[in-house]
């Protein structure tokens, strides 16, 4: 196992032993132009110069530059010059192993020496590898710094054979791809030994940190040494695999002892991808400590979505936290008890919600902000009720489903909430932080909400109480939840979020070459049951006569609710909105459910037009035959319409458009669908089909996941929709 980093640092070894591959991959300089002489002038400077008066007593300066005659000057040289010339170069290339069978003797002694120490050295690595890997991180340090002296003393074996003959046997055809290689492989070892050594130190000193942490809901977590810590130890690391990274591309394999080509392949094939996947951890921990870290108070909202009460951005916002944090210390200043509620007494005037909200709530309120897919949008939304509700606005916004929750509890086990007669873990989470909210809170002090507020400063205890191996866990945990956007962050400074778009964690509407889908759920009035519902869509592309492409999209729900459950048991009512590319034209649609206007709320006469969402989706227009209101919002085409399903019931519904691209596009560019999934959803599963023309064969590109296959005259993609899903194809004709 290796680990490795980028740095040009040499930093703890000797200047000698440092070799500047910089330098090797420079190109000479260009000589500086002169004036060009007549070609008669130049032959007969060059013939005169060889003339015995031109010889002196005094001690010759000797230089090693060769004047820089061009074959044309060399013909026309006279004819006994030229055989002159012709003999010495081949005398000189006869000689030449005979003049430099000494370094010759030298480099197969060397090459030995550095063949034995570097073969300890990558044993210790190995070493270092497992011990790491085992979170023993000071027996890791202990064999990187081994192997870096083996490297060293490697190092040394090959500088013995001289700078200026190594020089030399570099460029002869017989050793110079040994001294090449060997020189890559010693800098490669020594930049990844040096590079596993930092990381163990960074490693040590973080797990000493962690386990002095205290999370004080008062006083404040205080994360400042980590941050201090970590990135520029992650920096320093990051060199050390540039460096890595150059040297192996310059080693010969064939000049590697069979038995090591196997590992060399490996570890040629494996540090690329490693070099990526550093450099986006080293771009996270800049993200992290630039949110943390700040040396001015910054002040968040810390969001918790229901998704079994499905929303366009993972749930319905219920619970929510304030915080702040100030170079490293993470204080929880308040956990409203009535959740968003507490903050509508503020709003200065009331608003008109989007039509579908109007279902249950005749004005626009916060915990309804999260109306849009696109998070960045809705957190917006949600700072701007903020701020008149409070007269400020937030420095940012983190949402987090109650995965995220579960996934960490699965680690620190049960968590007891005596105050409130509660005990949870990650199998009865959801269920009974639900009926402490709904249910068995105390009516007269009418703070649900509370329970929240008591959780979560216990379920930080517990996760920094966890041992040291148990560490790299939680940090799955949360990267694979910002991955599969469990958690969504929002910064109001323009750069920060900048990055945090680049590392795929602002949850934003995306765009794509080709085609694109995203299919969006609200529940609106439906209960908690979006965790009972399974849904299947079926995208099926085919050319029309026209060559125009028409897209057939049909979604089959069912509701798996117990009509006896109190939680379960009621039927999911949602607004779904088909996100597709901009310019797609409505076809039909049909088994939808009617939502007439006499189910609405009734929006008071006062009630003012928002300023902002009218410019995010603007209605278009709306289909009289199924009432599918067709709009258009973040670079797509939008459609939206209704679906009512109560427990053990199934429904099929459908709609169909015509794409902005013909098969004259595809013919020329090729087809790419990019399938984003919503956060907070699950149980999906995606069948995209492409139908093609018999003359003409099918190319694909490798799918993010799932399978491709090919049936008939047809291409077929199948995958769960738990993350963004995507494929490719081209076409070749017969």
Same mark, same amino acid.
């Given at each position: ?5 980028k ?10 032993? @440092? ?14 132009? =002169? ?28 230089s $090693? ?13 006279p ?6 010339l ?7 290339l006869?000689?030449?192993?005979? *003049? ?10 060397a ?67 040994? @001294? ?13 030994a ?12 973080l ?12 006083q404040?977590?205080n994360l ?26 310059? @080693? ?6 069979? /038995?090591?080509?196997d ?17 986006? @951890? ?20 810390l ?27 993470? &204080? ?7 959740g ?33 897919? +696109?998070?960045? /949008? ?35 086990g ?9 005990? =949870? ?17 105390? &009516? ?35 990267? +694979? ?30 765009s794509?070459? %080709? ?23 079926? %995208? ?29 048991g009621?039927?999911? =009512? ?12 409505? *076809? ?36 009289a035959?199924s ?36 098969? +004259?596009?595809?013919?020329? +560019? ?43 005259? /047809? ?7 738990? $993350? ?6 081209s076409?070749?004709k017969?």
């Amino acid at each position: 196992m290796l680990h490795s980093s980028k740095s040009n640092s040499t930093e703890g070894v000797p200047q000698q032993n @440092v070799l500047d591959l910089r330098k090797m991959l420079q190109r000479p300089k260009p000589a500086p132009e =002169v004036k060009k002489k007549p070609v008669q002038k130049i032959v007969k400077e060059q013939l005169s110069s060889l003339r015995p008066t031109h010889f002196s007593i005094e001690k010759p300066k000797v230089s $090693m530059r060769l004047p820089q005659v061009s074959f044309v000057y060399f013909r026309r040289l006279p004819g006994h010059w030229r055989s002159v010339l012709v003999f010495a170069a081949i005398a000189l290339l006869l000689l030449s192993p005979m *003049l430099l069978s000494g370094p010759v003797r030298r480099l197969h002694t060397a090459k030995g020496e550095v063949l034995a120490a570097s073969t300890q050295a990558y044993a210790f690595l190995q070493t270092a590898g497992d011990e790491a890997s085992q979170f023993e991180f000071s027996k890791a340090e202990d064999a990187f710094n081994q192997a870096l002296s083996q490297f060293q003393d490697a190092q040394n074996s090959f500088d013995g054979i001289g700078g200026s003959l190594k020089t030399i046997l570099r460029i002869m055809p017989f050793t110079g791809s040994s @001294v090449t290689t060997g020189e890559a492989l010693l800098t490669a070892g020594q930049s990844i030994a040096r590079a596993g050594q930092r990381f163990s130190q960074a490693a040590q000193v973080l797990t000493e940190q962690t386990s002095q942490l205290d999370p004080n809901v008062e006083q404040g977590t205080n994360l400042q040494e980590i941050f201090q810590v970590l990135p520029p130890a992650l920096d320093d690391i990051s060199s050390d695999i540039d460096v890595a990274l150059a040297a192996i591309k310059k @080693v010969d394999p064939k000049q590697v002892p069979e /038995s090591y080509r196997d590992a060399l392949e490996q570890v040629r094939s494996q540090l690329p991808s490693f070099y990526v996947a550093f450099h986006r @951890v080293q771009s996270s921990v800049h993200v992290l400590s630039t949110l943390f870290s700040s040396g001015e108070e910054k002040q968040y909202a810390l969001v918790f979505q229901n998704s079994n009460e499905l929303r366009p951005t993972g749930g319905f916002m219920g619970s929510w936290a304030l915080i702040s944090v100030r170079d490293g210390r993470v &204080k929880v200043l308040e956990v409203p008890g009535r959740g968003f509620l507490d903050l509508n007494f503020g709003s200065d005037a009331p608003y008109v919600p989007p039509e579908p909200l109007q279902l249950v709530n005749p004005t626009w309120q916060i915990q309804d902000a999260n109306w849009w897919p +696109d998070f960045p /949008s809705s957190a917006e939304k949600i700072n701007w009720f903020y701020e008149r509700a409070r007269g400020y606005q937030l420095d940012g916004i983190i949402a987090m489903t109650p995965a995220v929750v579960e996934d960490l509890l699965s680690l620190t086990g049960s968590i007891e909430l005596p105050d409130y007669d509660l005990q =949870v873990d990650a199998e009865s989470f959801r269920t009974g932080l639900q009926e402490a909210v709904e249910v068995t809170y105390d &009516k007269e002090l009418n703070q649900p909400k509370q329970v929240v507020g008591a959780l979560l400063p216990k379920l930080l205890e517990s996760v920094f109480a966890l041992p040291t191996k148990d560490l790299l866990q939680v940090a799955s945990v949360l990267t +694979d939840s910002l991955a599969h956007r469990d958690i969504l962050l929002y910064s109001k400074d323009v750069d920060l979020q900048n990055e945090i778009r680049d590392l795929g964690w602002a949850g934003e509407v995306l765009s794509a070459p %080709h085609d694109y889908l995203q299919v969006v759920e609200a529940n609106i009035g439906g209960g908690k049951t979006d965790g009972m519902m399974q849904q299947d869509i079926s %995208h099926e592309v085919s050319i029309q006569s026209d060559g125009s492409l028409e897209v057939h999209l049909t979604l089959h729900r069912r509701n798996l609710g117990d009509p006896n459950d109190e939680w379960t048991g009621v039927k999911n =009512v949602s607004y779904l909105r088909f996100y597709v590319p901009e310019g797609s034209r409505f *076809l039909s649609a049909e088994g939808f459910t009617a939502i007439g206007p006499g189910r609405q709320q009734r929006v008071p006469s006062d009630a003012q037009s928002d300023p902002t969402s009218a410019g995010l989706e603007q209605i278009d227009a709306e289909d009289a035959l199924s009432h599918t209101q067709i709009s258009h919002g973040f670079a797509k085409t939008i459609f939206g319409n209704w679906l009512e399903l109560g427990p053990g019931e199934e429904v099929t519904a459908t709609i169909s458009y015509q794409l902005p691209f013909t098969w +004259d596009d595809v013919r020329k +560019d090729g087809y790419s669908l990019y399938v984003q999934q919503q956060a907070g959803t699950s149980q999906r599963t995606l069948l995209s089909s492409f139908s093609f023309p018999e003359s003409f064969t099918p190319n694909w590109s490798s799918p993010t996941g799932g399978e491709v296959y090919r049936l008939g005259n /047809s291409v077929r993609f199948s995958a769960p929709l738990v $993350m963004d899903q995507s494929y490719a194809l081209s076409f070749t004709k017969r």
